[in-house]
DNA sequence: GGGCGTGTGTGACTACATCACCGACAGGCG
DNA sequence: CGCCTGTCGGTGATGTAGTCACACACGCCC
């Protein structure tokens, strides 16, 4: 079988030169996780940049108070960057990864990391470029914890998280945990999306019938 | 004169093998810039590394709707790494950092922070280092402004842009950029410290009479 | 002294968070 | 089957923060 075939996914490393392909496929190993497994947090420091092939994994933080916000999601092509910092830099972050599905990952252990970030510029620019995409989402979430309304936040998250199907499974709570809010703002929130039509409401599910009318309340920022 | 000096404030440098203690001195320069002037921005790409020997650097965002919030700041000894990713990655930031005073600062050119990212550990560790500690730095502001309450935070700004004289020159706009809120909500907290007796207030100007009382209300996050 | 720009104070209102509940539903089990 | 239990969702009351619309105060410059 060819082991390498992942390495084309990730656009900015299927440029780098064979011989340095070579490297990352001999050093580095594929994992499977389960979904809900807790792949880095606090006390859980990881020894490995994973590239994500497969699945999502959720990145949120908690604050001493118990309340938990989402800060961004890891998708397949792309990788755990902020997490590399804290590997060189032997710092804890105070944030927590968690895998939303099943995931496959690359894992390329901390010595390898480091030795490509020396010898490639490609590498280096590959991940110089997911650190300032991660940094961009942060700043996002920033302005929108600060200055954002909750019905606009929480239809872009309906819109984001639901596929194509528009269905969705996730309790209110969970959506909550998604804005850094309180359930029952969500709750009242989508009951007032539900009277206008929007969407559907049963226990542990959210059905939306009207996307275009919650993307445009979404992108009305 | 010894143009090196600079180089030994910098825990993280200070130790670097003596050949790349040469190229940093060499390849860089050393830059001053007055009080006010802004140093990056949009559209305003910064094409040096800049590592600040004097002074203070006050980077935060601004929304579409106009209304700001400082990020972070950077003081003496510190460096503006998070420019760096996109310094590399070519992409833009949508935050800014202004000059808060004169400053002094090395400006190390995209080249050689490259070339020394590739040559040294010591200067890996030192960027990464400095990439955890920024991203913490927002983190910590995420969950503040997600969970925390404008008096714990306005008590904590209070007492942490007071100097050691406990006497500050800010108006009440500003203090509401620091914590990303506005103006009104700041007056009417200060109005209500001040009539616990723990500042004195004047026009452009905050006296802090009982800093260990904002320092307690600020602790108890 | 009369304008003028900036900084501050205030009241009324809206939005969001918090608190304290209670009821509704599903799964397991006697 | 009916009961128990844990999770999920609904609701009202209350508190805190953000918004809007002003009015006033101070310092500065003619």
Redesign the pocket.
């Known amino acids: 079988m060819n082991d390498a075939a992942w390495i084309e996914r990730f656009e900015g490393l299927s440029r780098l030169p064979a011989a340095i392909k070579e490297t990352l496929v001999e050093r580095s190993q594929v994992v499977t996780v389960p979904s809900g497994t807790k792949v880095f947090g606090p006390g859980l420091s990881p020894d490995n940049l994973l590239l994500l092939i497969e699945g999502t994994v959720k990145v949120s933080q908690t604050s001493e108070?118990g309340?938990e916000i989402v800060l961004y999601r890891v998708e397949a092509g792309q990788s755990c960057v902020l997490t590399t910092a804290c590997l060189l830099a032997h710092e804890a972050y105070a944030a927590e990864g968690v895998a939303e599905t099943d995931v496959t990952a690359v894992a390329i252990p901390r010595a390898v990391f480091d030795e490509l970030v020396a010898t490639s510029p490609q590498f280096r620019t590959f991940v110089f470029a997911a650190y300032a995409r991660r940094i961009t989402d942060l700043f996002r979430v920033i302005d929108e914890v600060?200055?954002?309304?909750?019905?606009?936040r929480l239809a872009d998250r309906l819109v984001g998280l639901a596929g194509a199907s528009g269905e969705l499974e996730?309790?209110?709570?969970?959506l909550a945990t998604e804005?850094?809010?309180?359930?029952?703002?969500v709750?009242?929130?989508?009951?007032e999306f539900?009277k206008r039509g929007w969407i559907r409401?049963?226990?542990?599910?959210v059905s939306l019938t009207d996307a275009p009318a919650l993307e445009r309340l979404a992108a009305s920022a």
Chains 1, 2 share one sequence.
């Open positions: 108070s309340r600060a200055f954002g309304k909750i019905d606009v996730v309790t209110h709570q969970q804005l850094g809010t309180a359930r029952e703002v709750s009242r929130q989508l009951s539900q409401l049963s226990r542990g599910h």
